[in-house]
């Protein structure tokens, strides 16, 4: 077998896809937590095998992480992950290329096209299929403006600016929401995913929702604002790195491994720094819309709660609920019981995701013992 570990850094330059398996390194993490998932591993959550998934592009780095951590328990075990982006994963599950599928946004339920995405799924499976909450992601609003380390925004300030209302940094609206910041008079240069993406839908959700008055677009995979596009979560915050004035929206993991700053958002409350904390505190609040075991949440963008961060996104696993395959369904149940296990949502947290809330979790947990 190869061996092989990818960290967060080196991940962004990788193209294509990801195939990860068993390490040789010690694990790292609170060493009791640790020690309980590798026996629970042990004694039988392991598999000999291979699972292919294809999707979001902003689980990836989360994705490596939590894939290399189960190769060090499960050493005959192989996933291969494509980060093509939410809508490519969609449709190559309900393809049957791939055994579930990694997306920013729930299946659809409502006709698009033609096609409704849930009813299409559930042919592909011959069951229902499930939408599993699993990275809690939340959205930075990225920004590179030399002299700045410290910016706030509110929703109608991110709506003028990615609508392309407010093209400049010293925009008097800006400087208003940020006393005693100087800020120059460089141009503002917006970057977007110009691949399907389910960080644009729920951005644009957040802004729809937020600042009706300032966006105008309807929320979509597909971006309808100003700014160059990029492909993928890496290439958006690759271009706000080397250019001064840019400005993105992305997940905190790619803003991080960039230096990229975050703005706070003010939603109405007062200034909110990005934590996993006051992630947690917005996402704890999502109320489930779909029924049973299908977990696809709902997040109140609007919200004004004190200490809650607004942009987020929830990156579903997409999985038939009773596959075709049995043997196949039991080794992505073993490796989706890791993946939502607390050793795992720690390793995340540690590289910008945020934790799943303990309310979600327990669902999520009694969601993946049901997949058959």
Do not use: H
Request: charged share 20%; aromatic share 6%.
């Amino acid at each position: 077998m190869k061996i092989q570990r990818l960290g967060a850094m080196a991940s962004l330059a990788l193209v294509g896809s990801i195939t990860l398996a068993g390490c040789g390194s010690d694990s790292t993490g609170d060493p009791a937590s640790s020690s309980d998932t590798t026996a629970s591993a042990a004694a039988g959550d392991c598999f000999d095998g291979t699972l292919n998934a294809e999707g979001s592009s902003a689980q990836k780095n989360a994705f490596e992480e939590v894939t290399a951590k189960f190769g060090e328990q499960c050493t005959g075990a192989t996933i291969n992950y494509n980060p093509t982006g939410s809508g490519a994963g969609i449709k190559q599950f309900i393809g049957g290329q791939v055994d579930f599928a990694g997306s920013d946004s729930a299946l659809k339920t409502e006709p698009k096209d033609g096609k409704v995405e849930a009813d299409d799924a559930a042919a592909a499976c011959g069951s229902p299929a499930w939408n599993i909450p699993m990275v809690t992601g939340p959205i930075a609003i990225a920004f590179n403006v030399k002299g700045v380390d410290k910016l706030i925004l509110t929703p109608a300030v991110a709506g003028d600016i990615f609508s392309g209302v407010i093209t400049t940094w010293n925009d008097a609206k800006i400087a208003a929401i940020n006393p005693g910041v100087t800020l120059p008079a460089t141009a503002i240069k917006p970057f977007f995913r110009s691949d399907e993406s389910g960080t644009t839908e729920n951005f644009t959700k957040y802004l729809k929702a937020a600042s009706p008055a300032n966006w105008a677009g309807e929320p979509a995979k597909k971006w309808t604002g100003k700014g160059e596009g990029k492909e993928k979560s890496s290439g958006v915050a690759e271009g706000v790195k080397s250019t001064d004035g840019g400005v993105t929206y992305v997940e905190l993991s790619y803003a991080k491994d960039n230096q990229l700053g975050v703005a706070q958002i003010d939603n109405g409350a007062g200034a909110v720094e990005l934590t996993s904390e006051s992630v947690g505190k917005a996402v704890a609040t999502a109320k489930q819309t779909g029924t049973g075991n299908d977990l696809a949440l709902k997040l109140d963008y609007a919200t004004k709660e004190a200490g809650a961060y607004p942009i987020n996104l929830v990156t579903y696993e997409i999985v038939c609920s009773k596959g075709k395959d049995a043997a196949k369904q039991k080794n992505i149940k073993a490796f989706l019981k890791y993946f939502a296990s607390e050793d795992a949502q720690k390793a995340i947290e540690e590289i910008g995701y945020a934790p799943l809330p303990t309310e979600v979790q327990t669902k999520v947990e009694a969601a993946i013992d049901a997949i058959s």
